[in-house]
């Protein structure tokens, strides 16, 4: 069974920057992609990055260009770096992790952390 576990949230002004850490334990499936998920009050769960196992990535359109996820295999973690956040990145965020090739959809994850909470004021 897979754990993943994300630290590294908080609360931070509008323009400022927060890194998310997931790290996966218990004998992690190999290749295996990760995706960095949020969810905020009305609204569904939505994509915001994935890295495959060779580094490729995909950014949803509101982060392109601000934040910016990476992994280290040696160690099964992703990042994501979020910079000149805004109000609206305010979300839960949760780290995801797959078998499969890397995809934008919530139900293309079969294993999932608890989620970090990030707020940013204006």
């Known amino acids: 069974q897979v754990q993943l576990v994300e630290s590294g949230g908080g609360s931070v002004q509008a323009g400022g920057s927060l890194r998310l850490t997931c790290g996966a334990s218990g004998h992690p499936f190999m290749p295996f992609a990760m995706a960095w998920f949020r969810h905020s009050p009305g609204r569904d769960r939505e994509f915001v990055a994935s890295i495959s196992w060779t580094g490729d990535t995909d950014y949803a359109d509101a982060v392109k260009g601000r934040f910016t996820i990476s992994r280290v295999n040696a160690n099964y973690t992703s990042y994501l770096q979020m910079n000149s956040m805004k109000p609206e990145d305010t979300a839960v965020y949760y780290c995801?992790?797959?078998?499969?090739?890397?995809?934008?959809?919530?139900?293309?994850?079969?294993?999932w952390g608890q989620g970090t909470q990030v707020t940013v004021s204006s």
């Open positions: 995801a992790a797959d078998p499969r090739s890397p995809n934008r959809r919530v139900g293309g994850y079969i294993y």
